[in-house]
């Protein structure tokens, strides 16, 4: 029985997913259909040409050998490009590519340009002599990619920021969207990649606005006449940076004016940068043909930092400002300051501050003081939840697994230590952690229980680990 086109691309899914982190599957796996099967030649539908050249550049080889393996050594895989969905007909107009193997240079260079231009024809958007200004390009220094820590929460943001300051214009990244909360470095990596693209360009004209700043100078052109001089100025950029665009909500006559600016960037190869606090999707007040231009490049959220990143981030301001704190200090802000970076920061410049004040060394018991302020629980509940949340961040488990049947080693020993804890650290009876993880009975939990004071005292490794929980737990 020969199998369909949906079967050989799930088994396909099944072999990727197991290879890749589950938001890298989500994100560049999930959105893809299967369309045909002919002979050995699979082919797959994706949404948008950038979603090829992601895929040929980072995760062909994956591809490749699990279409080898489903369909053996002959068996190819070939894309069905979306190009344009904006069609009134409803019918997306596609073209199909190969799979090549080579990202860099699988761009859709041989696609024709429908219209011929002759180049005597005098372009009306050049203004004479503004390309001669000397224009600020209003970036602060201290943000760049090298201050920029990189961690699961923000590597696809930063990579498409390299990407763009690399070529901008040039990619698919264009408009390149940044979304994510408050704090959480989205003014930080727009500009880094301003920053950059100055340093390695520096002919190239670059202007960071804040969308406030936008509207209001839009506000006073009109009020001085001066409406002209304030489009020809920003159509004349190369790179505009716009940040905060959630805040044109409402605003229609600036939502027109930045509608034609961005086009005619757009259409001259010039890159758009914009940070939002949501994705295009999610943004109200907003113009629909504005929203739809949003929408044309990469969206790429920023997410909260985990434990690592914040330390990381942490000790690079540290390292910056040249100062030392403890390690127990840094991983205790770090670990119950985990909402933004800004906050993050924050603590660490109010803790010195009050060290320096009060002329005392910074110890653990300094920081538990003087963070009050900014921590807004100091005292967290110690629940079994968070024991178990604790545990498998710290082995780097699936947290369902911890409740499932599985036996294997390291799965069975993330089990055996939440339950040991959640006796030790939490009023639960023995039935109820049973219950808790996995509906096991109270003899397991004795089981566990005994099983892990016996490693302790005889597997220095293990004591380590379980050492490390709990200093963590007492951090809480």
């Known amino acids: 029985m020969e199998k369909t086109c949906t079967e050989v691309w799930k088994n ?9 982190p589950s938001q890298s599957f989500k994100t560049w796996f999930e959105p893809i259909s299967a369309l ?64 090549n193997g080579n990202g860099a240079e699988a761009k859709m260079q041989s696609m024709p340009i429908p219209v011929s231009i002759n180049k005597d024809i005098k372009n009306p958007f050049i203004i004479p002599g503004l390309k001669k200004l000397n224009v600020d390009p209003q970036l602060n220094p201290n943000y760049t990619f090298e201050n920029y820590i990189e961690g699961d929460c923000n590597r696809l943001a930063r990579s498409a920021g390299y990407a763009v300051a690399a070529k901008p214009g040039g990619t698919s990244f264009n408009p390149l969207m940044i979304y994510g ?24 004209l670059v202007i960071y606005v804040s969308c406030e700043k936008f509207c209001q100078q839009f506000v006073d052109s009109l009020k001085n006449n001066t409406i002209n001089d304030f489009v020809n100025f920003y159509q004349a950029m190369d790179v505009i940076i716009m940040d905060d665009v959630h805040n044109f909500a409402g ?27 949501k994705a295009p999707k999610d943004l109200a007040g907003l113009e629909e043909r ?5 929408k044309w490049g990469l969206s790429a959220d920023l997410q909260v930092p985990d434990l690592e990143v914040r330390i990381a981030i942490l000790r690079k301001k ?29 603590a660490m410049v109010s803790l010195l501050a009050q060290s320096t004040l009060n002329k005392k060394d910074i110890d653990l018991a300094l920081a538990k003081q003087m963070l009050k ?69 109270h003899s397991t939990v004795i089981y566990a229980c005994q099983t892990v004071e016996d490693l302790i005292e005889t597997d220095k490794k ?7 929980i709990q200093k963590k737990l007492k951090m809480s």
């Open 12 to 20: 396909c899914l099944q072999i990727i997913k197991d290879n890749i």
């Open 36 to 99: 045909k099967l002919e002979g050995k030649v699979l082919t797959i539908q994706v949404p948008s040409l950038f979603f090829y050249e992601w895929l040929e550049e980072h995760y062909v080889g994956l591809l490749r050998k699990t279409v080898k393996k489903q369909l053996g050594d002959e068996g190819r895989l070939e894309y069905n490009i979306v190009v344009d969905k904006s069609s009134n007909s409803g019918s997306p107009y596609t073209t199909n590519m190969p799979s």
């Open 181 to 204: 909360g408050v704090g959480l470095g989205k003014t930080h990596l727009a500009q880094a990649i301003g920053n950059e693209i100055k340093r390695s360009m520096p002919d190239k």
């Open 251 to 277: 605003k229609e006559k600036t939502q027109d004016i930045f509608f034609h600016i961005f086009n005619h960037l757009h259409q001259s190869g010039k890159q758009v940068i914009l940070t939002s606090d």
């Open 290 to 294: 504005l929203l739809s231009r949003f």
């Open 318 to 346: 540290m390292y910056a400002d040249g100062i030392e704190l403890p390690s127990d200090v840094v991983e205790y802000v770090a670990h119950n300051i985990d909402n933004n970076v800004r906050e993050l920061e924050g």
């Open 373 to 441: 302020n900014f921590i807004k629980n100091t005292s967290k509940e110690i629940s079994m939840e968070y024991i178990q949340k604790l545990v498998c961040e710290y082995f780097e488990v699936p947290i369902d697994m911890v409740k499932s049947q599985t036996r294997k080693r390291e799965i069975v020993q993330a089990r055996q230590i939440s339950m040991y804890l959640s006796k030790s650290h939490t009023k639960s009876s023995l039935k109820t952690i049973g219950a808790f993880f996995g509906g096991r009975d």
């Open 462 to 468: 293990f004591k380590a680990y379980v050492n490390d």
